[in-house]
């Protein structure tokens, strides 16, 4: 992906860099740590891993610029899952607070990014119209928000800890309990989708989806840590989840296993 709205990235990306004083180059892709687009054990990769070459497509200059998102386009309670929702009480669940940094390959923040989360409510069904689990809905939880990074490339959420579900792979499969994330950068094109797991979950080591990656330090890298430090006394426990564009440490992305 060209980050920097030019048809020739490479020039674009000396340039910049060149302008600020940064010579370093991106770090070269650990393609090892990526699942094969073709992983029986996760059935739905039969019908979709492509059978042929990859094609390159030119993105059109307005794919590649734009939006830049601001503090005013947000509502106050987007970061909040807790109250975002609510209705005529607070939503069903064990209370907590998800928190990390969005950083660059060398570890700077990376400021404005646009961060989406959605999930499973505490009993692991998602508000949507084609999730037909039997679970019952909760009225005070829509299970979804935003928040922008702030100059120290920091963001925060609150919300409930949401339960496994089975799913259609396996006869008695169950998905590990899950936030979906999304980052944007200058444009809608910059999109990255990752999932967050918790510590210590044991469906963890039964997930195709989450054993499809073959590298232990890349799936360790999508579990959140309990972080006692940063727990709201007699309130929430807290969760922490960096997320890290590109690089050796990179966080793993389901839709763009490079990063940024």
Not at 56 to 85: A, C, H, I, K, M
Not at 214 to 237: E, K, M, W, Y
Not at 242 to 253: A, C, K, S, Y
Request: net charge positive; with cysteine.
């Amino acid at each position: 992906m060209n980050p920097y709205g030019d048809p020739k990235p490479a020039a674009a990306a000396s340039r910049v860099r060149a302008a600020r004083g940064d010579c370093r180059e991106y770090f070269p892709r650990e393609r090892g740590i990526h699942p094969p687009a073709l992983f029986p054990e996760y059935k739905t990769t039969v019908l979709r891993a492509p059978q042929k070459a990859k094609l390159s497509l030119q993105q059109s200059l307005s794919e590649l610029t734009g939006p830049v998102f601001g503090d005013g386009d947000l509502d106050p309670l987007d970061n909040d899952l807790l109250r975002n929702g609510r209705v005529d009480g607070e939503p069903i669940g064990e209370r907590i607070v998800v928190h990390g940094r969005v950083l660059d390959q060398d570890g700077r923040p990376v400021r404005g990014a646009l961060l989406e989360f959605w999930q499973a409510n505490a009993g692991g069904r998602y508000r949507h119209k084609k999730d037909h689990y039997l679970a019952p809905l909760d009225p005070n939880f829509t299970g979804c928000g935003r928040t922008l990074s702030d100059d120290d490339g920091r963001y925060c959420l609150r919300t409930v800890r949401p339960g496994p579900y089975p799913w259609r792979n396996g006869l008695n499969d169950w998905r590990p309990a899950h936030i979906h994330f999304s980052v944007f950068g200058q444009a809608f094109v910059q999109r990255l989708v990752t999932q967050m797991y918790f510590e210590g979950d044991p469906l963890l080591a039964l997930c195709p989806i989450y054993q499809a990656i073959p590298d232990a330090g890349a799936r360790a890298r999508l579990v959140a840590p309990l972080d006692l430090n940063a727990s709201l006394p007699l309130d929430s426990l807290a969760y922490r989840f960096d997320i890290v564009l590109r690089g050796r440490r990179q966080t793993w992305f389901e839709n763009r296993p490079e990063g940024l």
